[in-house]
């Protein structure tokens, strides 16, 4: 089992940034594949960006990409989701993710989930 913890988050300003991240209890972290969801006031949770284990994958949704970048650093048990030229839309509560086995763009794709951590951009 691995407990994630999500941090990061906080106030910006339209189009600013910020750089979320997800740090994992365990050192086989390194072997777990790791999604970021968002999920807004009276919304779904969705699907935001996944990496695999080993980076070799990357995968984003469409209305983050070229704004947002997923990467990890294994050596630190951490995965992070650097966020850029953000907008009121991006406001949400930020989760991370992590399955050893599978990666995908949907909730049941992950067994492990940290609590969130909240990300507000004022227009």
């Known amino acids: 089992q691995v407990q994630l913890v999500e941090s990061g988050g906080g106030l910006v300003q339209a189009g600013g940034s910020l750089r979320l991240s997800c740090a994992a209890s365990r050192r086989t972290f390194s072997s777990y594949n790791v999604g970021w969801f968002r999920q807004a006031p009276g919304k779904e949770r969705e699907f935001v960006a996944a990496i695999s284990w080993g980076g070799g994958r990357i995968d984003y949704q469409d209305s983050v990409k070229g704004r947002f970048t997923i990467s990890r650093d294994n050596a630190k048990n951490t995965v992070y989701l650097q966020m850029n030229s953000l907008k009121p839309e991006d406001t949400a509560v930020y989760y991370c993710?992590?399955?050893?086995?599978?990666?995908?763009?949907?909730?049941?794709?992950?067994?492990?989930w940290g609590q969130g951590t909240q990300v507000t951009v004022s227009s």
């Open positions: 993710a992590a399955d050893r086995q599978r990666i995908g763009a949907l909730s049941k794709d992950y067994d492990y």
